[in-house]
């Protein structure tokens, strides 16, 4: 439903000032007025994660055009593999660099350009939030940060200069449920299979992610302990689709959904009641004054995270405006704007800077919102008094259970899953 | 419309005679006159050589390919066959999933056949014999194509409200009384994909059997009055064996049209309903194109055979 491309920039006054430019190096072909050229980087990513505000303030501080492309999860990786001149910079999912890396189409970042490598926060650079380990079943992204040099089609074990992916937002997934339609208080991800929600739950049909949230609940029922659920083996894949089949059998599945807009489509109109979903999707809900709960549960969180990436094929000016562009997005404009949309971003220090202390404290610290809380739009989020859903970053971030996952067995996956969709 | 197409007897007749005194003349002429059917289907040929035979003859080549998680190479083998139908023989009877996934298929495109037949047959024969004036068939025509003025999306957004839990459907039915709990199988259920599917797809039964029956010569219906045939008597001995061909234009269309659906089957099943398009989706998302390649093609072969057989009950060159 996202897949049709959305560009940005293209004003009239844009295209007029293009026609100027074009007529004047026809005129005079001197090098000089070709450095003076705008670059535009096409932006390849899911839509949510297009903010038209970040492209036209990285247009207004640093002269480069963001054009973006947008398309769904799935389709990111398949034209980072397929396609990979159609691009300049790719946001994608952590969990797919296990099938990007070796096709072979991604350069690695070189760490000296980004002025704040040393600042990536420790969740996504070491796995860790105060120290403290989080869970790393599935694709971690520590485990997939590094190459072991730019070309390198596998991943080194140890911290290098060169990465994959340079973080531009993460979060940790739980339950959202609507609390006026449901009378009990739900405390784990069993809950998504519980009988007493037949007809009104819902689960992903993104197979990487929902088998994460079938698995985690179907651990916290007690039917099995994995190995690592994010890598099962056949038997354990097998059990999970079995299970899965049986509840959708039972009549306990609504609807599957794919994007963020169904996914709020079936929480707002009631059809579902209780499922797993995406921080900005339950925002969402909010938003048109439907009250809607990201539950937190004893299992922990699923957590996701996403970053640019360059493709194999960018070089010279381009190259340069993207590691213009990425230093910029992590010097705080970029990471203020997309926490006060629940969000987190790479870098927390710089993020704060450019975020109101009452709307940090909120956002980050678990406290009770002193004022108003308004997205970036200026919309009404909460008012004040209330409190952000799972407390504060390290409550939230130190409590992920597992990440989306690419395992080893994913064609075997996929094929099973196939198999729970037609049952 | 019947007007019309005397009409265009008309000019083919004219062009015959015009043609006749033609023949004598010079060599380069009748050379040119001969290629000249060629030249005019030329357009159409190189779109379909360019936009679907090479597409296709690809995609075959590509069903014999290997593939990894993110590659694929060039082999011949009939492994993305053999996983298509892995356990296929050996479970039965129970059913493995592609069979199941094509028997739902098929099962859908049976359905709406169905229902797009009997509901284009009654809209045609609306139109052809009781609206009178061409001008309200062609705003009774634009009626038809009113499902086609949103988009999916739209529509998508648009059932929740009418078939939801607690949509319009449901709360009339509950305030009417006539039933105490809301009907759950209003939406994302095989009635909600059939109801879609129905609505969007009876259109192209009501164009070619509408052109069908505007070709019947009105004598003969007059003729089997006259000679003491009961109303339902004309409709099954004279109407429908005339109609036949757009009956039969409109089932390929429908047909093949279902068979290869998946949006509709996803978002009005909740997306819990198998169908072969979306595998084939889901595979090619994993890119796992020569397996997704396989799909195609037996989906293909499926169609093909569903066509073939519908052409074995008319001889369509015969009758257009």
Known sequence: MTDTPRKTGTTRRGVLKGA???????????????????????????????SPAIAEKASEDLGIDIEYIAVNTDEVPRR?????????LVDSEYFSLPNLVPSGNMKGMDANRIDRIDDLATVIANGTVDGEQVGWDGTAPHEVLYLENQDSTTFATEPTEWITLIP????????GLRPDLIDKEITSWASLLDPDFAGKTAILNIPSIGIMDAAMAIEARGDITYGDKGNMTRDEIDFTIEKLIEAKRAGQFRAFWSNFQESVNLMASGEVVIQSMWSP?????????????????????????????????????????????????????????L????????????????????EWAYWYEGKKAEQDILAPDGRLLEEAGAMRDG??????MGSVACWNAVMDENQYMVRKWNEFIAA | MTEASNSVTDTRTEARQDRAPARGRTSTRRAGAALAPYLQAAPMALVFLLFFVLPLAATIVVS???????????????????????????????????????????????IVWATTLVTGFTVAYFLAFHVRTLKVQVIFFLLCTVPFWTSIVIRMISWIPLLGRNGLVNQTLMSMGVIDTPLEGLLYSDFAVILAMTHLYTLFMVVPIFNSLMRIDRDLIEAARDAGASGFQTLTVIIIPLGRPGILIGSIFVVTIVMGDFLTIGIMGGQQIASVGKVIQTQMQFLQFPLAAANAVILLAAVLVGVWALLKLVDIRKEL
Request: charged residues 15%; aromatic residues 16%; negative net charge.
């Open chain 1, 339 to 358: 926490s006060k949309q629940g969000y987190y971003p790479a870098v927390l220090e710089t993020a704060k800077e450019y975020m109101e202390p009452y």
């Open chain 1, 20 to 50: 100027a430019a074009l007529a004047g190096t026809a005129a005079f072909p001197a090098p000089f007025v070709h450095a003076q050229e705008r670059v535009t980087l096409r932006y390849l990513s899911t839509a949510v994660n297009q």
């Open chain 1, 391 to 396: 407390g504060s970053y390290a409550e939230r």
């Open chain 1, 281 to 337: 999707a339950v925002t969402a809900v909010r938003t048109q004054g439907i009250p809607c709960v990201y539950q937190p549960l004893k299992e922990g969180y699923r957590a996701w995270a996403s970053g640019f990436g360059l493709p194999r094929t960018i070089d010279g000016r381009k190259e340069d405006a993207a590691y213009e562009f990425i230093n910029w997005f992590l010097s705080g404009w970029a990471g203020a704007h």
């Open chain 1, 80 to 88: 980072v593999i397929t396609q990979p001149n159609s691009f300049d």
């Open chain 1, 168 to 175: 531009t937002t993460y979060n940790a997934d739980t339950l």
């Open chain 2, 64 to 110: 014999f390919w290997q593939y990894t998680h993110y590659s694929i190479e060039p082999a011949f083998t009939l492994q993305n066959y053999g996983d298509i139908f892995s356990g296929c023989i050996r479970d039965l009877p129970e059913l493995c999933t592609t069979f199941r996934t094509y028997i739902s298929t098929l099962k859908f495109g049976l």
